[in-house]
C-alpha cells in the first residue's frame, strides 16, 4: 500500500487548509484504522487525528479539537484533514497513516503500518 499526502502550504494565522491522502495498492475499505501525525523541526511525531473502520469513531490531540475535522471516504480511497483557524503552533510535516489492526481510532504510532511521505505545513503568524 503507497499513501500520497497532499494539500500542505504557507498560510497565515487563522487560514484553512484541506489535506488529502489517497491511496494505491490496497483499498480503503480493508484498512482498519487511519490516522493523521505531525512532526515539528526538533520534534517527535505526534498523534493529530484518526477515524476507525466505519467512521464512528473519531479521536482528536486536543490542541486541534474543535479546529480540525478528519473524514474518510472509502468509495474514493482518500482520506482528509480539514483544518481551521490555523496557528504556528500547527506547523509540521503532516503525515497521513493507514493501519490493519486497530480499530478504535488509535492515537499510537504502533497501531499504523503503512504511512505517507508527508506535506509540510507552514503556518505564519
Known amino acids: 500500500v503507497q499513501l500520497q499526502a497532499s494539500g500542505g502550504g504557507l498560510v497565515q494565522a487563522g487560514d484553512s487548509l484541506r489535506l488529502s491522502c489517497a491511496a494505491s495498492g490496497r483499498t480503503f475499505s480493508s484498512m482498519s484504522d487511519m490516522g493523521w501525525f505531525r512532526q515539528a523541526p526538533g520534534k517527535y511525531r505526534e498523534f493529530v487525528a484518526s477515524i476507525s473502520r466505519s467512521g464512528d469513531r473519531t479521536a482528536y490531540t486536543p490542541s486541534v479539537q474543535g479546529r480540525f475535522t478528519i473524514a474518510r471516504d472509502d468509495a474514493k480511497n482518500t482520506l482528509s484533514l480539514q483544518m481551521t483557524i490555523l496557528n504556528s503552533d500547527d506547523t509540521a510535516v503532516y503525515y497521513c497513516?493507514?493501519?490493519?489492526?486497530?480499530?478504535?481510532?488509535?492515537?499510537?504510532?504502533?497501531?499504523?503500518?503503512?504511512w505517507g511521505q508527508g506535506t509540510q505545513v507552514t503556518v505564519s503568524s
Open positions: 497513516a493507514a493501519g490493519l489492526r486497530s480499530d478504535w481510532a488509535s492515537k499510537s504510532t504502533q497501531n499504523y503500518d503503512y
